[in-house]
């Protein structure tokens, strides 16, 4: 029996009375779940610049709070498309959830940060420390390579189960010395005279996002899926022409000042079609496959899955593959 300890991501499937063999809708909308992450944005802007309906699709986009939520509604086949972290993406597979990576959005370059309270200044600073995480979830990778930069291990310290949006009110209630967050959730974080004591670009390649779509819907509906990545591929593509203005399309969905819109985008890499060839790409040292084996492997020591996940059924670039022609 697989063992699902994925705080805050997904609940025990049974407990739940999820039913992972229901079917999706073939009449319906496609559903998509997403968190506050720019790196998303693409998401809007194919809405926005109407690159969906010319693929001939019907969306119907839900905003979460968090990337545990959005994975939580993808498991319990609340939605059929799920923006989230290459770990998460894996994690809900070690579940017995019927997912397949089929696009790279983005990679965090910065935008992930190790925040600290005051007189807590490196790394090796928090030995015996309480830090914050999200157990079970890329939020746990993010702190468990952070550590191993000061040759630590999540061993080393005292592990307080608190997701990103709530890091910046558990330092100000004294509850942690340290925790992960990201932006927007930095802002609050700063507020509280926390400081950011390393950030994903000190870690590159560790924070992965991607889209994982219902397998079903692969296999009765390969061609929406199809029409989903190329809009995608457009949108990306446009934002990069027009990145002002496509940062003010998803500051709008984000309900924040464009301002730091662009100032959280200095801590991320796009992904465009390219950027997906080399990600799924078996010969890449800093492939998705890489990414994955080294998630996998914190996951599997620290008890969170037992069943490890196949990362080779996992990843799937049909789709991508099929846009080499279109270049």
């Known amino acids: 029996m697989i063992r699902l300890l994925l705080a805050g991501v997904l609940l025990l499937l049974t407990a739940c009375g999820v039913n992972t063999t229901d079917t999706t809708s073939e009449s319906g909308p496609l559903r998509i779940t997403v968190d506050p992450w720019p790196g998303y944005g693409a998401l809007y802007i194919a809405e926005a610049q109407g690159f969906f309906e010319q693929a001939g699709l019907n969306i119907e986009i839900t905003i979460l709070e968090s990337a545990s939520q959005s994975a939580q509604a993808f498991a319990e086949k609340r939605s059929d498309v799920v923006f989230t972290v290459l770990p998460d993406a894996l994690a809900l597979s070690a579940a017995g959830v019927p997912i397949q990576v089929i696009w ?17 200044t490196t790394v090796a600073d928090l030995r015996g420390k309480r830090v914050a995480m999200n157990y079970g979830t890329f939020s746990q990778i993010f702190v468990a390579a952070a550590l191993a ?26 509850q942690i010395d340290a925790g992960h ?13 926390a400081t950011p004591i390393l950030t994903s670009a000190d870690i590159p390649g560790v924070i992965v996002d ?37 940062n003010q399309i998803v500051a709008a969905q984000m309900n924040i000042p464009p301002a730091d819109m662009t100032d959280t985008m200095t801590g991320l890499q796009l992904y465009g079609l390219e950027d997906n060839f080399k ?7 800093q492939s998705l496959y890489e990414q994955a084996r080294f998630a996998v492997s914190i996951f599997s020591d620290q008890g969170v899955i037992q069943q490890l996940p196949d990362i080779s059924t996992l990843l799937d670039s049909r789709f991508i593959q099929s846009l080499a022609g279109s270049q």
């Open 279 to 285: 990600m799924f790409d078996t010969t890449n040292p």
């Open 104 to 120: 790279a959005t983005d990679t965090s370059t910065g935008g992930d940060v190790l925040m600290a309270a005051s007189g807590i």
């Open 149 to 174: 930069q000061a040759d630590l291990s999540l061993s080393d310290v005292t592990i307080v189960n608190i997701p990103p949006e709530g890091v910046a009110d558990a330092l100000r209630a004294n």
């Open 210 to 246: 991607v889209i994982g779509v219902q397998t079903e819907l692969i296999e009765e509906d390969s061609d929406q899926v199809q029409g989903f990545v190329s809009a995608i591929r457009q949108a990306v593509e446009w934002w990069q022409a027009n990145p002002e203005a496509g």
């Open 181 to 193: 967050t990201y932006g927007p959730y930095t802002v609050a974080a700063s507020q509280v005279n």
